[in-house]
């Protein structure tokens, strides 16, 4: 049973809706009129509040400025055929915002204030969920330090969040990747499972020089030999290779991703050998020498799938095939499309409606 939650509403004046052009959408450009807001003092989350979207104010000496003491979480909500607001797998995402909380040292938010918080939200920004093919309406949960402290320590003061932005697709084509030998995302003991800010502030160096070399993104190995595939870019990344779909498995390095768990099941139901374990760099390089890689594709909740049609490794570049439309990886984004959006019944109990 989710607990209830008082939350003050302060409605804008004037919508900024009608200034926005949904068929130009540029990813997280865009924000909807109100965010929600609940602040953490004195040991508990307090004074729920959706307000309309604002700058904030914090001091200089704030924790979040100095230390990344932050979490945040990302997931879509998208117009069902007859026009209702339809979520895909929310309390997936408050589970692993609690998860990721834990390990940053950060208190953890209940269901109530996750949950009633997004659906109030989106009760009053309905009207900021797009209909038109390829867009939705992205959600940005966070938590982050405000302790006005420059000593080392847990906060006790925080604010968690959730703003929304319309969207369009996160990738405009087919990316080049390059298999990351020198720089890590993540290690053993790390942070790599924990969606923490810090983790995307360090992937951005090692991603600028291979985008100096011409590629979109990297693949991330393991940390300590660099002889593993672990993700791409900021998404969990699979291949075909025969009839077998191959994906790292998840665990101290690699995020548990909710578009990946869903590829996954999707791929099993539909009698699909699938393969959750450590990939060696040297079975996907033969396997790219040899032409056996039909597919790559990173998935993750802002790309939802992103094909890749080249990827590097240290001497070469080797190109993939094109993707057709019975190619896996479009068959599985239509799926998902379809389940997203209502037109497939939601045999999993994935969707939450508003
Ligand atoms: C997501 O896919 O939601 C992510 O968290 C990626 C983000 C950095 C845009």
Sequence with gaps: MIETIKINIK???????????????????????HMYIADYYNGSWQDFRIEPY?????????????????????????????????????????????????????PEVTEGIFMEGLTELLKLDKNWVPDLPNTSLYIRPYIFALDEYIGIQPSKNYKFIIFTCPVGPYYSKPLKVKIETEFSRAVQGGTGYAKAAGNYAGSLYPAMLAQQKGYDQLIWTDGATHQFIEEAGTM???????????????????????????????????????????????????????????????????????????????????????????????????????????????EHGWIYKI
Excluded at 256 to 281: C, F, H, N, Y
């Design 54 to 106: 604002d700058m904030l104010s914090f001091t200089p000496g704030s924790a979040i400025l100095h230390y990344g003491q932050s979490v945040f979480e990302g997931l879509k909500a998208y117009r069902g055929e007859s026009g209702e607001i339809l979520v895909f797998r929310p309390e997936m995402n408050f589970r692993r915002i609690n998860k990721s909380a834990v390990r940053m040292c950060i």
């Design 236 to 346: 969990n990344i699979m291949f075909v290779i025969g009839d077998k779909l191959l994906t790292a498995n998840t665990g101290d390095t690699v995020l548990k991703g909710i578009t990946r768990d869903s590829v996954l099941t999707l791929a099993r139901e539909w009698g699909m050998e699938v393969e959750e374990r450590q990939i060696p760099v040297t079975e996907i390089v033969e396997a790219l020498q040899k032409g056996e890689v039909q597919e790559a594709f990173g998935v993750g909740t802002a790309a939802t799938i992103a094909n890749i049609e080249l990827i590097g490794d240290d001497q070469n570049d080797y190109s993939l095939p094109s993707i057709k439309p019975d190619s896996f990886s479009s068959k599985i984004l239509k799926e998902l499309d379809d389940i997203k959006t209502g037109k497939k019944e939601d």
């Design 11 to 33: 409605p804008v004046s004037t919508s900024k809706l009608s200034q926005i052009d949904f068929n130009n959408i540029d990813f997280g450009k865009v924000y909807s009129d």
